[in-house]
Structure formats: C-alpha cells, structure tokens
C-alpha cells in the first residue's frame, strides 16, 4: 500500500523559516513526479511547487517568489520544500503529491489531476 507523508509543519513567526518533507513508501513503480500543494481555509487549493522525478522540470507559483526551494532526494523517495520569509498569506496545510509510472497522467506539475497519490496534510502556520 502506498504512502505518502509530510512532515516539519509548525507555527512560526514573519520572516521566519520552514523545511517540509514528504517520503513515499510501498510503491512497487517508480515516481514520475512529486509537488506540494497548499489550502488554506475557506480557499482552493493550489499548487506550490512541483519536479519531475527525472530533474527535467520544476514548478513554482508566482507567489514563491524565490522564497522557496523543492528539492528532491531519490535515494530516499523524500521531497522536501525548503521556505524562507514566510508571511501570514502562506498560513495553509501544506500536501506532498505523487504521481507513479503506473496509472497517472501528466497534465503538469501544477494540476492536481496529475497526482494520484496524496498525503494528509501538514499545518503552517505564520503569525506577525
């Protein structure tokens, strides 16, 4: 059975700094892509970054704004996301995506429908 999850969500202040990670476990086909995605409450989720497992592509929302860098281990089937000068607007739950070989479309690393396996979530929380 395939799990995904995240780690390193917590409450910190403006300006500070966060590192969250994603491993993915029990997966018999290797991982095309991996992204985060964030929701905040009463707001739709979006796509934060994303990469492709092979390094030829990576995603970032305009809203990044070179704050944050995604990065991915292989070796560990870890992703990890990589946040600096965080404000109040990137309070959300932050989720790890995973699309594998088998059985996902690629419709780009910022489409969620690319992704057939998800974590639960992991809270930021920004605070001035």
């Known amino acids: 059975q395939v799990q995904v999850v995240e780690a390193g969500g917590a409450s910190v202040q403006v300006g500070g700094s966060l590192r969250l990670s994603c491993t993915i476990s029990?997966?018999?086909?290797?991982?095309?892509?991996m992204a985060w995605f964030r929701q905040a409450p009463g707001k739709e989720r979006e796509a934060v970054a994303g990469?492709?497992?092979?390094?030829?592509?990576?995603y970032y929302a305009g809203f990044v704004e070179g704050r944050f860098t995604i990065s991915l281990d292989n070796a560990k089937s870890t992703l990890y996301l990589q946040m600096n000068n965080l404000q109040p607007s990137d309070t959300a739950k932050y989720y790890c995506a995973a699309a594998l070989d088998e059985g996902s479309v690629d419709a780009g690393l910022a489409t969620a429908r690319s992704f057939n396996y998800w974590g639960q979530g992991t809270q930021v929380t920004v605070s001035s």
């Open positions: 029990g997966h018999t086909h290797s991982t095309y892509s």
């Open positions: 990469t492709y497992t092979d390094g030829s592509g990576t």
